[in-house]
């Protein structure tokens, strides 16, 4: 029996089999737990729904974080299915394109900064709120996805750095409110992926390759490394953490420098 067993798990932000989603998805089902997904679009919906089945999961419907309507549907479509939720993940970010070509400066908008806040952090809190009737003394948790952009200057990440360091405060006020009634409230600070969202970013492969170099544990991170940490913050093993950002980075975080090759 999986340490996850009886959990029942909304998982937003699938998108394709290399989202962070999806191994955190793997993840939770070896584990035992049950799974709802949404998806942001009637594009996605069929690759979601198919992705869905393959974990034995028939629950799935639109979300677009951007809808506060849709936010507010989350509750009564789910209460179809289910009277609690255990465990929302939110695997969402967002700024438009032109955010992250270019140095900071040149690229930043008022209004790029109002949807990647509005996107990739206000989400969150949103989700929390609305969801809050289900999960309430559930023993739950909630855990979203940051970067290290939140805290250092990488190029091009530009104004998602400062979406994801308003993130990770998002998640420490979220576990401040939400931990009396019993939900934990985490993010973990991924390495680079090359997922959907990395597509086009230019110079990825660049920054991939500097990173299995580097990192203390010479390879790239995977999906599935952040789904089996994702697993452990969701479940009862993590009941002691709260408002934590767990970075799963493969160490690259803690290094202050790499000389030669070993
Ligand atoms: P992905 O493209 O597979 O997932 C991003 C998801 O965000 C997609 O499912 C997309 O549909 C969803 N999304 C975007 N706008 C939305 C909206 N308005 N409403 C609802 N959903 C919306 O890419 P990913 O890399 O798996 O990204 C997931 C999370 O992980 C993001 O928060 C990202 O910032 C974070 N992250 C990614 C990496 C990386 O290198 N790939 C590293 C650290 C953190
Ligand atoms: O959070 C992210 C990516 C977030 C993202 C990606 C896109 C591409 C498509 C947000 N908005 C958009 N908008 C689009 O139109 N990551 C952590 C992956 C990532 O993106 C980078 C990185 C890394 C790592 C951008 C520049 C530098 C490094």
Redesign the pocket.
């Known amino acids: 029996m999986g340490f996850m067993s009886g959990k029942k798990a909304l998982i ?5 089999k ?6 955190i998805a793997k993840a939770f089902s070896r584990e035992g737990a049950e799974l709802a997904f ?4 009637e594009k ?1 919906k069929p690759r979601v729904e198919t992705m869905a089945k393959e974990l034995n999961s028939d629950i799935t419907f639109p ?5 506060d309507d ?1 936010i507010n549907a989350v509750v009564p479509t789910l209460n179809k299915h289910w009277s609690t939720l255990d465990i929302l993940v ?5 700024a438009p394109r032109d955010q992250l070509a270019g140095t900071f400066v040149e690229s930043i908008t008022r209004e790029g900064f109002q949807i990647a806040h509005d ?2 952090s206000y ?1 969150l809190a949103g989700l929390a709120k609305a969801t809050l009737p289900l999960m309430k003394n559930s023993q739950g948790a909630i855990l ?5 952009g939140a805290i250092r200057a990488i190029p091009n990440y530009n104004v ?1 750095g400062l979406a ?1 360091a308003s ?1 990770e405060a998002n998640v420490r006020f979220l576990a401040a409110d939400l931990g009396p009634q019993g939900i934990r409230v985490n993010g ?12 086009g970013i230019s110079d ?1 492969r660049k920054m991939l390759t500097h990173m299995e170099r580097v990192a203390p544990i010479r390879r790239n ?1 995977t ?1 599935e490394d ?1 789904g089996n940490a994702a697993a452990f913050l969701c479940s009862d093993l993590a009941a002691g953490v709260t408002g934590e950002i767990m970075y799963v980075d493969g160490g690259f975080s803690k290094i202050g420098m790499h000389l030669d090759e070993s």
Not at 90 to 94: A, D, E, K, R, T
Not at 188 to 199: H, N, Q, R, Y
């Open positions: 937003v932000g699938l998108a394709s290399r989202s962070i989603a999806w191994g949404t998806y942001q679009n996605l979300l677009d974080v951007a809808n849709e939110h695997s969402v970010g967002f996107i990739s989400s979203t996805l940051s970067y290290l998602m994801k993130l973990i600070s991924a390495g680079a992926i090359k997922t959907l969202a990395a597509a990825f991170i999906p952040v």
